[in-house]
């Protein structure tokens, strides 16, 4: 299983620092969910973890390897990203799109093998997508879309996958078989799995490790029992709520507190304590 880790990392688009000294670890074969606030710097982590932006100083080690000095196409052997706004070219079809993760285990030629077909294959058909093989992917709604992009993603096969909001454009039920789905390979393979996660009731059912950022600094890691608090959801995103046990899984489930319902002693439930 392999290891991601960032040391004294600062990250800077021009001269504008996001994240500055930041150091982390994403524990191997777990599944990190990075969660925080809009704009405190989730997915420029995400970034310069898998080599998109280079540190301004620091470093991202990869099996205890600076990651930049590795060649591209080993690293993306071990490591694949699925980032927030994926772009594809015109016209390519959700075949080609999804047999594009096949590329860092590809020859010269680019030429598939029965490996590659059958990483596809079972890739289209975890994401239920592959009745769409041949439909051009700019026609495809925007959860079908992302469905297609998190198939690409899959048939990497990396030990490591990075996902950038993957539940973006999909309804409740679609959300939950994606995160099903990632959670189920994490089991099977062992994969090391980090996700920005914006829906923290899920990021908190679905993690095994959990690192809140804010404002380009980590606040608080480890499991979603010990970092998904009150305080916390106060301090990170200035919202009053009441954590209290999910009743399907038992981890954190967060309550929030309108104006009107914080102002009523009424409505506020009693915060009931998390079994582990």
Known sequence: MAALHASALTLKYGQRTIIEGLSAGIPAGRVTMIVGANACGKSTLLRGLSRLLKPASGMVTLDGKDIHSRPAREVART???LPQHPTAPDGITVRDLVGRGRYPHQGFFRSRSADDERAVHDALTATETLDLVA????????????????????????????????????DL???????????????????????????????????????????????AEGT????VTEELI????????????????GTPLIIPLGRHHAESPHTVPTTLELVP
Do not use: C
Not at 224 to 227: A, C, G, R, W
Not at 237 to 246: H, K, Q, T, W
């Open 79 to 81: 490591l694949g990203l």
């Open 234 to 249: 106060r301090d990170v995103f200035g919202l009053e709520s009441r954590v209290v046990p999910d009743p399907v899984s």
């Open 224 to 227: 979603s029992l010990e970092v």
């Open 135 to 170: 439909r051009n992917v700019d026609e495809l709604s925007g959860g079908q879309r992302q469905r297609v992009w998190i198939a690409m993603a899959l048939a990497q096969e990396t030990e490591v996958l990075l996902l950038d909001e993957p539940t973006t454009y999909l």
């Open 173 to 219: 039920a679609h959300q939950v078989e994606v995160l099903d789905l990632i959670t189920d390979l994490n089991r099977r393979r062992g994969t090391t799995v980090a996700i920005v996660l914006h829906d923290l009731n899920l990021a908190a059912r679905y993690a095994d490790h959990v690192i809140a950022m804010k404002a380009g600094r980590i606040v």
